[in-house]
């Protein structure tokens, strides 16, 4: 079906596509020099406020955990209790500190309830730290929308919009005595860690995926590129995490990193220059959009020149991760496109897929390939069966 849905897209009149990495990469060099120095200026005030906000948890807990690619993370605004949301590897934990097994309970309980029915909108607004990004944002004139309220754990554990009824069962069931793991705090003398763990359903991530259908059908349509393919993206990047976040920095769903990946994709969505930031990238939405737009640009425009449509899928999905010009390097030992193309064109795709998970320079990306190209079977399944 891919090949079908591909070799009709290759119709479409590239006329206008860049020839090469290296002159699309000179004239965004040139175009873009200042929104990457307005992004390094931004990073750095970044870095600074997550070293002040690091030094306030360290006052309470011996590892501060922060927000990362596949781990949604919450602290009240007191910081004495943190929620984390493992969602790669489908596990719910509470974490507070108290004095006895009274007031831990009761601050469980108040946790968990809103773990499971808060939305991405509920879990940025409740985010210290993000508040402090969003300030840093705008002073640094970064386009900071509004978050979508979408759901996170409320469809996972709840066939419906969950009552007050069911709630109070739900958090009655899960916070007892014999699911609280308690440990001295070596931070507060008086204070104790006051642990619940509670695992997400096996199809949670499935389930997950749902939320996103409509977006994901309609950008991938947009773009002229497989619907499962977006999925495995997705899956891969961050399991389904609205607030994903890595150090590189990469934000939301499908990891967008602003400098790169957000300058190309914003470009070719608005013919506008405009940097955007991890507010921008929390809205599902436009992560998804963005997300889809740069792979339409990596396939339609990096890597046009390849003739084989599943070669040049595998080839797309390595840039993402690691960007076009590693790609050819596994090739031709150089970041230039074009000359790699001619190589591969001469390949079959499968030996296309093994050359790039024999000469790829990292073996992240090695991995990645094999990971998505796995997962687009499994979405294929899902919603093109």
Not at 168 to 187: A, D, G, R
Not at 188 to 208: C, G, M, N, Q
Not at 312 to 326: F, H, V
Not at 337 to 365: F, G, H, W
Request: with cysteine.
């Amino acid at each position: 079906m891919f090949k079908t849905f591909v070799a009709s897209a290759l119709l479409i009149s590239c006329a206008s596509a860049i020839s090469s990495f290296d002159s699309y990469k000179k004239s965004q060099k040139s175009n873009f020099a200042q929104e990457k120095s307005q992004f390094s200026d931004y990073k750095k005030a970044q870095q600074k406020a997550f070293s002040s906000y690091i030094k306030e948890l360290e006052k309470y807990w011996k590892k501060p955990i922060m927000m990362s690619k596949k781990k949604l993370v919450s602290y009240a605004k007191d910081k004495k209790s943190r929620t984390i949301i493992d969602f790669e590897h489908n596990r719910l934990t509470i974490e507070t500190l108290a004095k006895d097994t009274q007031e831990a309970e009761q601050k469980l309980s108040l946790a968990l309830a809103q773990a499971v029915t808060f939305n991405t909108e509920d879990f940025y607004n409740n985010n210290e730290f993000e508040q402090q990004l969003a300030k840093i944002e705008a002073s640094h004139k970064i386009a900071t929308p509004k978050i979508d309220a979408e759901p996170v754990l409320a469809p996972i554990f709840f066939k419906e919009q969950p009552t007050k009824k069911s709630l109070y069962q739900f958090v009655k069931h899960n916070v007892t005595p014999e699911k609280i793991q308690i440990q001295k705090s070596s931070k507060i003398k008086t204070d104790k860690v006051y642990t619940l763990t509670i695992s997400l359903p096996k199809d949670a991530t499935i389930k997950r995926s749902f939320i996103y259908y409509e977006d994901v059908k309609r950008e991938a349509t947009r773009q002229q590129i497989p619907l499962a393919l977006v999925f495995a993206i997705i899956h891969s990047e961050s399991s389904f995490n609205p607030m994903a976040r890595s150090y590189v920095p990469a934000y939301g769903l499908m990891q967008i990193v602003p400098r790169t990946a957000g300058i190309d994709a914003y470009y070719h969505l608005y013919k506008k220059k405009r940097l955007v930031g991890s507010s921008y990238l929390y809205n599902s939405k436009n992560n998804i959009k963005m997300g889809s737009a740069y792979l339409h640009v990596l396939y339609y425009k990096y890597l046009h020149h390849i003739k084989n449509p599943t070669s040049r899928l595998y080839c797309t999905i390595a840039a993402y991760n690691t960007g076009a010009g590693n790609v050819a390097r596994a090739f031709v030992g150089t970041n230039d496109t074009y000359r790699a193309a001619q190589m591969i064109n001469r390949l079959t795709p499968e030996e296309v897929y093994t050359r790039l998970l024999k000469d790829l320079r990292y073996s992240e990306a090695k991995r990645y390939l094999m990971k998505v190209r796995k997962r687009m079977k499994l979405y294929k399944k899902i919603y093109e069966s």
